[in-house]
């Protein structure tokens, strides 16, 4: 069974600038989570999606940080303008649904400089 | 509001001792708990779930329990190897995946 799927590994950019993050979870998956992780803290939750419904997005920066999962399987974070603090792993997770195991794709490590 | 917290933050111990990893939560109202373990650079994977009506659950040398009336969890890991050294988070799950901060773990040959 292929695993949560995420790109890119790494990503390096300047204050202000844009970018977006791709992640496809497990077939059949009706649930997928987004969440940043900072250097030598726990992951923390960023949004919640229920098929292609939010369910959770209490602690998204609304202001500059967007997700979408069009069709209930892939789904795409972006943030926009980037700040230095933004810096982190960005992790994606996906479940069958409710409180189940949750499985992790390997993440998405971003720098900004 | 839930808090997770794990004590020690770090642990480095000689290969062959059995170890104990602790983990409180402020909030018993929780669904299920499940202890994650994350190599350098990777994504968390998942060791041992435990549902809100289970006391502990086993897999090879790894014993997580969990309380919930006092709000502990412990991973115990038997015999520790150097492939065991990692960073290990246990989350609460209450309606969100609510993470401590982890400890990282060094086995020393």
Redesign the interface.
């Known amino acids: 069974e292929a695993g949560?799927a995420?790109s890119p590994r790494y990503k390096i950019i300047e204050k202000r600038q844009s970018v977006a993050f791709w992640c496809n979870p497990i077939s059949g998956h009706a649930t997928l989570?987004w969440y940043q992780q900072i250097l030598?803290?726990?992951?923390?939750?960023l949004i919640?999606f229920q098929n292609n419904g939010v369910v959770?997005d209490s602690q998204l920066p609304k202001d500059r940080f967007s997700a979408e999962r069009l069709k209930g399987v892939d789904s795409t974070l972006k943030i926009q303008p980037a700040k230095l603090e933004d810096s982190a792993v960005y992790?994606c997770?996906s479940t069958l649904g409710g409180?189940?195991?949750?499985?992790?794709?390997?993440?998405t490590?971003l720098t900004v400089l | 509001k839930q808090e997770v917290t794990q004590i020690p933050a770090a642990l480095s111990v000689p290969e062959g001792e059995n170890l104990v990893l602790n983990c409180s939560f402020t909030d018993s109202a929780i669904y299920n708990l499940q202890w994650f373990r994350q190599d350098p650079g990777k994504g968390l994977t998942s060791l041992l779930l435990i549902q809100s009506s289970q006391r502990e659950q086993t897999s090879g040398r790894l014993n997580a329990s969990l309380d919930k009336s006092s709000g502990r969890s412990t991973l115990y890991i038997a015999a520790s190897q150097p492939g065991d050294s990692a960073t290990y988070l246990c989350a609460v799950i209450g309606g969100k995946l609510i993470f401590g901060q982890g400890t990282t773990l060094q086995v020393k040959p």
């Open positions: 949560v995420q989570y030598g803290q726990g992951p923390k939750l919640q959770d992790l997770a409180p189940d195991t949750q499985y992790f794709g390997p993440g490590r």
